[in-house]
């Protein structure tokens, strides 16, 4: 998966609202993006500030971040990041109080028209598809939060763990925080799952891979819900002997490896059918 480099986001903290609180260096990649998004909400040098005073502003704020999460979150289960802004109006309208909020870009391109002639058109976009993810993230988070148990969180859930969904999980998992088990659950059984397909098929490469993937996943998403500690316990569980660490791995995988790695030394004393993490190959 792809983010923007920390270092460039962490000085870009910096240089956004000086005058604001004093920097705090984020400890997740969810609070990283939620700084830089609050620092740019209320800079001076934004298209239009916001100064927040009383509940009336946080309200609007959050209606119009569901708003943005609606659109990111529709669209990419469309594969899109590039949007028309006649048909965003038409759906959402509210687009026109979202663009001031500095995420959303519009550009004039020229198309085809249905006589084949060329056509001035608007199109709407994210600053880059990570911020979409991000916002589609907030989106499910905040649906997960108000409806834990309903069908259409569970479809969500389930679609964040596609393979192109990777930073909505993750992203998901740091909205959610303490809330985040329907999140873990939906891991949880997929990373089961596939654990059994390994097991019936042993030289299934596709599903090994799968497990993989999840488990990475499971892995970055502790590290940004951080609370979910029974989590630690079902990744331990289904580690084999040798944990291969690629550069694919993030900082947060690798802190929750730790995590794992200190739970299965509590867990060991008296269970039988531990599985333990012997070697680390970093390749």
């Known amino acids: ?27 997740t990649v969810t609070e990283l993006y939620t700084e830089v998004f609050r620092r740019l909400l209320m800079s001076p040098y934004s298209v239009k500030p916001y100064i927040l005073d009383g509940d009336r502003s946080w309200k609007d704020i959050h209606l119009r971040l569901m708003a943005l999460g609606q659109i990111a979150w529709e669209e ?38 249905l006589q084949n002639e060329l056509v001035l058109s608007q199109k709407c976009s994210f600053i880059n598809r990570t911020w979409q993810e991000y916002f589609a993230a907030f989106y499910v988070g905040e649906k997960a939060k108000s409806q834990p148990n309903s069908r ?53 490469r596709e599903a090994e891979l799968r497990l993989t993937d999840l488990l990475r996943t499971g892995l970055e998403c502790l590290q940004e819900c951080r609370s979910q500690t029974s989590f630690v316990h079902v990744l331990a569980q289904f580690f ?39 070697t680390l190959q970093v390749t």
Request: glycine share 4%.
């Open 152 to 204: 259409q969180t569970a479809q969500y859930l389930q679609a964040c763990l596609e393979r192109d969904n990777s930073l909505v999980c993750l992203f998901t998992a740091g909205h959610l925080k303490s809330k985040a088990s329907p999140l873990i659950r939906t891991i949880e059984r997929e990373i089961k799952f596939y654990r059994k397909e390994v097991e019936r098929v042993p030289k299934s």
């Open 1 to 27: 998966m792809t983010i923007c480099p920390h270092c460039s986001l962490s000085s870009r903290l910096q240089a956004v609202g000086q005058d604001a609180q004093p920097f705090r260096l984020p400890t």
């Open 76 to 113: 990419l289960k469309c594969n899109r990041t590039t949007f028309s802004v006649q048909d965003l109006r038409d759906t959402y309208k509210v687009l026109d109080r979202l663009l001031p909020m500095g995420v959303l870009r519009i550009e004039k391109q020229y198309e085809r028209g």
């Open 240 to 278: 084999t002997e040798k944990l291969h660490i690629t550069e694919k791995c993030t900082a947060a995988c690798l802190y929750s490896i730790a995590d794992v790695l200190k739970f299965q030394g509590r867990e060991q004393t008296g269970r039988r059918d531990q599985v333990f993490v012997n």
